[in-house]
């Protein structure tokens, strides 16, 4: 039994904004309107999130400079991590750096080794205006990072360097209109 809608299931699938779209490499705005539009905008999120198959998704991917992002995504124990989180700051970032293959929804196709703290810890609010604190590990303290470096107008390529950078920056222009310029 469930008592809630499936998260994303009244929102629409909006188009995915692609590396090298201005609106991913510039900082994301603070929420301060925590009216309709918001939870309108977190079912989008979902939705076009899971029409893509990713595991996290920011509010810029979708054209939408908030800081706002959602999460649907296992860590390395398969505990399974869903929700979403308004004015998320990353107030914790530590144990081990572990490079591991990532991703991103606006890169389609790509996969670079990338270092990101084994734990992290995100807090923020939820769309009803709540305060929220989520922590992560392994795989899930690595969307969380990925996340918030979109709210800051960073993509993942942006952290690469040599030859991880070039191969992955090649194989994005291989993707059709992946790239802008
Ligand atoms: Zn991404």
Redesign the pocket.
């Known amino acids: 039994m469930r008592n809630r809608p499936i998260p994303g299931s009244s929102g629409r699938v909006r188009a995915m904004r692609l590396l090298g779209d201005p609106v991913l490499h510039a900082p994301c705005e603070a929420v301060t309107d925590f009216g309709p539009d918001l939870a309108s905008l977190v079912e989008d999120l979902f939705a076009t999130m899971y029409a893509a198959r990713?595991v996290?998704?920011?509010a810029c991917?979708i054209g939408v400079a908030q800081r706002v992002f959602v999460y649907d995504c296992p860590d390395d124990e398969d505990v399974r991590h869903l929700g979403h989180l308004v004015n998320p700051r990353l107030t914790e970032a530590d144990g081990i750096v572990l490079r591991g293959p990532e991703?991103?929804?606006?890169?389609p196709g790509v996969e670079a080794g990338t270092e990101r703290f084994d734990r992290a810890v995100v807090e923020g609010f939820t769309l009803d205006g709540a305060p929220v604190r989520v922590e992560g590990t392994g795989f899930f303290a690595r969307c969380l990072q990925?996340?918030c470096?979109?709210l800051a107008g960073t993509?993942?390529t942006d952290r690469l360097t040599g030859w991880r950078k070039a191969r992955a920056l090649r194989a994005g222009r291989r993707v059709p209109g992946a790239l802008t310029g």
């Not at 991703?103 to 890169?107: D, E, I, K, R, V």
């Open positions: 990713g996290g998704l920011a991917q991703g991103c929804l606006s890169l990925h996340e470096d979109h993509v993942y």
